[in-house]
């Protein structure tokens, strides 16, 4: 009879698939937080160990478990305006900024690693009051790996929770409708923002050249050179002058082409270099990636 592998090599396992998956790691100090994230995948479909759910996705590679297990074990941590005093450097300087700087009345905003879309849907709010941009045509990208939250997130429906963290009552008024036990956000600002699975790592998808690129709370669980690959997929997207917004305590690869504003934490500006040119010559350039390797 086959030796089954033991809990501790099931997780090592369920590791390196989130990391091929995601560019994500979990430490072996961290490596605690699978089991505990993957409980309730276990009871959904009734497998005792991790064991069983290595062996059940290795049965079915193709199959949506590997997609599931892969999302539990992602942190989707998210809540309205999150850091509200980023929100607040955001209306206040970088909006007018940007909007000083455009001749087109055209703004391009990424949101990238939005989970389940509190974020893109916050700065919808944001640019809704901002005068500046009165007129303006401001499209929102969203993107996520995971497709749960970006499902969520299209869905645009929140729990009382979610409006509880950090979601001013009066926003909250002009922009939901409850339904049931839930809240609605209003297709005026679901309009502004386009969800989509992506991956940072091979953001293939979402196009730019962007104005103001959100990548917050993403970078931190990479390692260095993922890290690095992420910054460089950023940069690439940003216009020249570009505004690109980080979580706190996150720091950008070395030469990414972005300089640091001195009176902003947090948020850094694109230098010539990362323009739209660059953009198309890789566009033009990239070969298509190749299909990630079976679990086992
Ligand atoms: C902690 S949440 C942060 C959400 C939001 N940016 C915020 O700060 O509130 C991190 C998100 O990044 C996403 N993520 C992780 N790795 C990613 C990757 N390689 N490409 C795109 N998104 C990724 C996760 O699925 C998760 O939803």
């Not at 369920?14 to 276990?42: F, H, K, M, N, V």
């Not at 055209?106 to 893109?120: F, K, N, P, V």
């Not at 082409?257 to 660059?278: E, H, K, M, N, W």
């Amino acid at each position: 009879m086959t030796k089954l592998p033991a809990s501790g090599a099931a997780a090592g396992r369920l590791a390196d698939l989130l990391s091929r998956e995601t560019g994500q790691t979990l430490s072996e100090a961290r490596r605690w937080r699978i089991e505990t994230s993957l409980r309730p995948l276990l009871r959904a479909h009734g497998l005792h160990t991790l064991d069983d759910l290595v062996r059940a996705i290795d049965r079915d590679p193709a199959g949506p478990l590997k997609a599931e297990a892969v999302d539990a074990m992602l942190n989707h941590e998210s809540s309205f305006f999150r850091d509200l005093a980023v929100f607040q450097a955001i209306e206040t300087v970088v909006l007018p900024r940007l909007a000083s700087t455009i001749a087109d009345r055209r703004l391009r905003i990424w949101c990238a690693g939005c989970s389940t879309g509190q974020e893109a849907y916050s700065l919808a709010m944001v640019v809704k009051r901002t005068p500046a941009l009165e007129g303006w045509t401001v499209s929102i990208e969203a993107s996520d790996v995971s497709a749960l939250a970006i499902a969520k997130a299209k869905q645009g429906r929140y729990s009382q929770m979610d409006m509880q963290r950090g979601l001013p009552i009066s926003e909250l008024l002009r922009w939901f409708q409850p339904v049931g036990k839930e809240w609605q956000v209003a297709d005026e600002l679901r309009q502004m923002v386009t969800f989509r699975q992506d991956n940072i790592l091979q953001a293939r998808r979402a196009c730019g050249p962007f104005d103001l690129i959100l990548c917050r709370n993403v970078l931190f669980y990479f390692p260095e050179a993922q890290r690095q690959q992420a910054c460089s997929e950023l940069a690439l997207r940003a216009r020249p002058g570009a505004h690109l917004v980080l979580g706190a305590g996150e720091m950008l690869g070395a030469e990414t082409g972005f300089t640091a504003c001195r009176d902003l934490s947090c948020i850094y500006v694109a230098q010539a270099a990362s323009g739209p040119s660059t953009l198309v010559r890789r566009a033009q350039t990239q070969a298509p990636l190749p299909p990630h390797p079976p679990l086992s």
